[in-house]
Every structure is written in C-alpha cells, then in structure tokens.
T-cell receptor, first 114, second 113 residues
Framework: SAVISQKPSRDICQRGTSLTIQCQVD?????MFWYRQQPGQSLTLIAT?????????ESGFVIDKFPISRPNLTFSTLTVSNMSPEDSSIYLC???????????FGDGTRLSIL | GENVEQHPSTLSVQEGDSAVIKCTYS??????FPWYKQELGKRPQLIID?????GEKKDQRIAVTLNKTAKHFSLHITETQPEDSAVYFCAASISSTGNQFYFGTGTSLTVIP
C-alpha cells in the first residue's frame, strides 16, 4: 500500500492562529481525504481533497475554517484556521488508490490549542 | 445517507477466547466493508475487508462475515492475544461511487492475559 507521510505529527498552538498540515504520498492516488478524530471517538470526514479543484466538504465543515489544497496527485494540505480549544483533536489524512479500494491512513497530527 | 452502528462499545475477553464485534448498516447499496484496528496513539490500519459478493472471508485468526439480507457484518477474532487489544472500527461504502466511508463508533477490545 501507499506510504503516507503526514506532518507535523503534533503541535501546540495559540488560540486564534492557524496551522497547516501536510500529507505526502509516495505514489499517485485517486482520492485523498481529511478526517478529524476526537479523543475516544470515531473518524469524522471533514472533506475530500480534489486534485485541481475545490474540496468537497461534509456537513458541518466549511472552507473558510478548513481550507484544503491538492495541487497534484501525491500531496494535500489542510489548514485549521482561527483555532479555538474546540479544534483540539487528531487530524488524519487518508488515501484510496481507486474506487472499491480500502482507505489507508497517515499517522495523524495531534493538535492542541491553548 | 448511510448509517453504521457498531456493538459493543467495549469488550473484554480472556486471552485465548474469541471476540466478536457486530455492525449494521442502513443502505442496501453499500457493497464494501473494511475493518480497521487502531492501537493507542497510532493510525487506523486495515485488517480485513469484504465485498458484497462474498459471505465470509478469513485471514489467519481474523474472519469477517456478511449478511446482506439482514444488512449486518461481523468481525471474529479467535485465540485472542494481548496484542489484539485496540479499538476496532467497521465501515461501509458504495464502491461504485467511490468516496465516502461511513465508520462505526468503534469497539475498544481488551484482551486480559
């Protein structure tokens, strides 16, 4: 399966600031996704990162808060904007090599906002 | 949209016993069902998956069964070991439309030595 590198692995940020998380894959993949996982909770899809076009956001998530870029088939970024303590969570990217294939996850970014 | 329910939320078993985790789904169009294991502080990792044209699939001590009529699927772990302790997530998706995975709420499995 694809090797997924996500960074930073963790960060502690001040309220009101923004953080950009990077996801790099070692091969071209059709689909890339961004998830949020609160402690002890399941995985919540934030958006699908579309190559060359705007991301597709799930209900409850908006582009102004979570802007996403995907300039090519191996790289995507998620920015968490104007952070508040409620944004403290683990953010994970995942990839699929094609329809009907499983998703594979990066190691995640553990984000704490003071 | 699809709704996936997972039970139990926590499960403790003695080492060597079997563990069973059950999931139900609502959308009859779902046809791909992966299971993920997430150890503390680690990424979710795919452990087994099943497609709707198959009723059962095994991989060593792990098996998954699917009942399309009842819209439920189960993960079976036999001869459990302490390293099986983790949170397990089921998911459902419609592979023809590609994208959305609908995850269950997770089961925290503890294997007691």
């Amino acid at each position: 399966s694809a090797v997924i590198s996500q960074k930073p692995s963790r960060d502690i940020c001040q309220r009101g600031t923004s953080l950009t998380i990077q996801c790099q894959v070692d091969s071209q993949v059709t689909m890339m996704f961004w998830y949020r996982q609160q402690p002890g909770q399941s995985l919540t899809l934030i958006a699908t990162a579309n190559q060359g076009s705007e991301a597709t956001y799930e209900s409850g998530f908006v582009i102004d808060k979570f802007p996403i870029s995907r300039p090519n088939l191996t790289f995507s970024t998620l920015t968490v904007s104007n952070m508040s303590p409620e944004d403290s969570s683990i953010y994970l990217c995942s990839v699929r090599t094609g329809a009907g294939q499983p998703q594979h996850f990066g190691d995640g970014t553990r984000l704490s906002i003071l | 949209g699809e709704n996936v329910e997972q039970h139990p939320s926590t499960l403790s078993v003695q080492e060597g016993d079997s563990a069973v985790i059950k999931c139900t789904y609502s959308d009859s169009a779902s046809n791909y069902f992966p299971w993920y294991k997430q150890e503390l502080g680690k990424r979710p990792q795919l452990i087994i998956d099943i497609r709707s044209n198959v009723g059962e699939k095994k991989d060593q001590r792990i098996a998954v069964t699917l009942n399309k009529t009842a819209k439920h699927f189960s993960l079976h772990i036999t001869e459990t070991q302490p390293e099986d302790s983790a949170v397990y997530f089921c998911a459902a998706s419609i592979s023809s439309t590609g994208n959305q995975f609908y995850f269950g709420t997770g089961t925290s499995l503890t294997v007691i030595p």
